[in-house]
């Protein structure tokens, strides 16, 4: 199957300071993009999207920026919480199907 | 439901059975796919369906795994003669367009001894 991902990188932060995951997409093509949180033992759930046409996108404490020209991803959180800990996977559309990238644990101490 | 559901959650089985698994996507979701995610890593694409049109199988690991839907509604994954690197869960996810957000289920995990 296609996927980008491997072994996971972790990026560990303190609690209250803002971080920021970074993710590579593969398919110039691709016009959607989606940042999805999966904690441990569940499926991953939505965090943000962002189409193609844009180059930025503001959540509740989230803001995903996007970089068509290097094909480049970044989701920020701010004031990161103990809760926010989980793996973070951006995702790309290309014909309909969405694509995974690889994966990013994140870790936040209190 | 509200959500996406499979079953089963766990499924234990010995190497060379057949195995399936069950998605029961959201209610309207004309988009469905099947994920798979070994012990941490990602997720690898398997297939999509979208409506009626022909499924996109081009994830598919091998000619052991298939995969059904009847309309808009269950679908069904499908390994034949399971071996030890299928051990996996597996994640069905159902979207109300081939554009929208995606709706993830709990996933199936499947362990092939």
């Known amino acids: 199957g296609e996927s980008v991902g491997l072994h996971l990188p972790t990026l560990s932060v303190q609690e209250g300071d803002n971080s920021i995951i970074n993710c590579a997409y593969s398919n110039s093509a691709s016009d959607y993009f989606i940042w999805y949180k999966q904690e441990s033992g569940k499926g991953p759930q939505f965090i943000i999207d962002?189409?193609?046409?844009?180059d930025k996108r503001q959540g509740q404490r989230v803001t995903v920026l996007l970089n068509k020209t290097v094909k480049h991803l970044s989701l920020q959180i701010a004031a990161t919480q103990p809760g926010d800990s989980a793996v973070y996977f951006c995702?790309?559309?290309?014909?309909?199907?969405?694509?995974f990238g690889q994966g990013t644990e994140l870790s936040v101490k209190p | 439901g509200a959500g996406v559901s499979q079953s089963p959650s766990n499924k234990v089985t010995e190497k060379g059975k057949d195995v399936e698994l069950r998605c029961d996507p959201i209610?309207?979701?004309?988009?469905l796919y099947w994920y798979r995610q070994r012990l941490g890593q990602g997720l690898e694409f398997l297939i999509y369906?979208?409506?009626?049109?022909?499924?996109?199988k081009s994830g598919l690991p091998s000619d052991r795994f298939s995969a059904e839907r009847t309309g808009e509604s269950v679908s069904t994954l499908t390994i034949q003669r399971t071996q030890q690197e299928d051990s996996a869960v597996y994640l069905c996810?159902?979207?109300?367009?081939?554009?929208?957000?995606?709706?993830f289920g709990e996933g199936s995990r499947l362990t092939v001894l």
């Open positions: 209610s309207g979701h004309t988009a």
């Open positions: 369906f979208q409506g009626n049109s022909a499924p996109d």
């Open positions: 996810a159902s979207s109300p367009s081939s554009t929208g957000e995606l709706f």
């Open positions: 995702a790309e559309k290309t014909a309909g199907k969405l694509i």
């Open positions: 962002i189409r193609s046409n844009m």
